[in-house]
């Protein structure tokens, strides 16, 4: 199994409040992604990371934020959380940036907004 | 645009059937990759298998099958006897060329639920 883990893998919180969650892997790998997860949706990409310092916006990218610091984690923030937020997250990584390497997932962090 | 279709939101059958769940996508690029991956009940997602746009050959992995055909744009996923515990939800998704300098991201079907009982 991919060294990845999700902190933390449960939180309920307030709307408004801002939230963080953190991806931690251990493969050294330069790509990393967060996704999130809604019934219907599929899993849709709301940011990733080419490299340490490096990110850009996916699909859903409106109210979060990144940041990697270093290249074993990577944080994804929500400024002030809102009930649309509730959700699954999800982080992946991978080894490359061809097309074709397959992503390996964290085990989700579970975000509910109230 | 990059699109897939998981047409089938849930599909119940008896332990021993067999089963085909339908991935159909779309996009303009002429070199993609496409997947499949298996989420249980317990909430993690599992890589289960990669093909190019290259290769039509048919694959097999003990009792699963993928069937991809480039002129229907299609990548079916065939469990043969399935068993309870194939029980999950199974999401297709397809690669995108990366930009110079960024990353390759996938695109997602919205997933089939699969679920087998006795």
């Known amino acids: 199994d991919a060294g990845i883990t999700q902190s933390p893998r449960h939180k309920v919180t307030e709307t408004g409040t801002p939230v963080t969650l953190r991806c931690h892997q251990t493969?050294?790998?330069?790509?990393m992604y967060w996704y999130r997860q809604d019934p219907g949706h599929g899993l849709r990409l709301i940011h990733y990371?080419?490299?340490?310092?490096?990110?850009d916006k996916g699909e859903v990218s409106d109210g979060y934020s990144v940041s990697r610091s270093k290249t074993e984690d990577f944080l994804l923030t929500l400024e002030s959380a809102t009930s649309s937020q509730t959700s699954v997250y999800f982080c992946?990584?991978?080894?490359?940036?061809?097309?074709?390497?397959?992503?390996?997932f964290g085990p989700g962090t579970r975000l509910t907004v109230t | 645009a990059q699109k897939v279709t998981q047409a089938q939101t849930e599909i119940s059958v008896v332990e021993k059937e067999d089963v085909t769940l339908d991935c159909v996508y779309e996009?303009?690029?002429?070199?993609?990759?496409l997947f499949w991956y298996k989420q249980p009940p317990s909430g993690e997602l599992v890589f289960l298998i990669r093909r190019n746009s290259f290769d039509e050959q048919n694959e097999i992995s003990g009792r699963y099958s993928w069937n991809f055909q480039k002129s229907t744009s299609s990548f079916n996923f065939t469990i043969t006897a399935s068993q309870v515990v194939d029980s999950a939800v199974y999401f297709c998704?397809?690669?995108?060329?990366?930009?110079?300098?960024?990353?390759?991201?996938?695109?997602f079907g919205t997933g089939t639920r699969l679920q087998v009982t006795l």
């Open positions: 493969e050294n790998h330069r790509y």
């Open positions: 996009t303009r690029d002429t070199t993609y990759y």
């Open positions: 990371s080419y490299g340490v310092k490096d990110t």
């Open positions: 998704a397809l690669s995108d060329p990366a930009k110079a300098g960024t990353a390759s991201k996938l695109t």
């Open positions: 992946a990584i991978s080894e490359s940036d061809r097309v074709g390497y397959e992503q390996y």
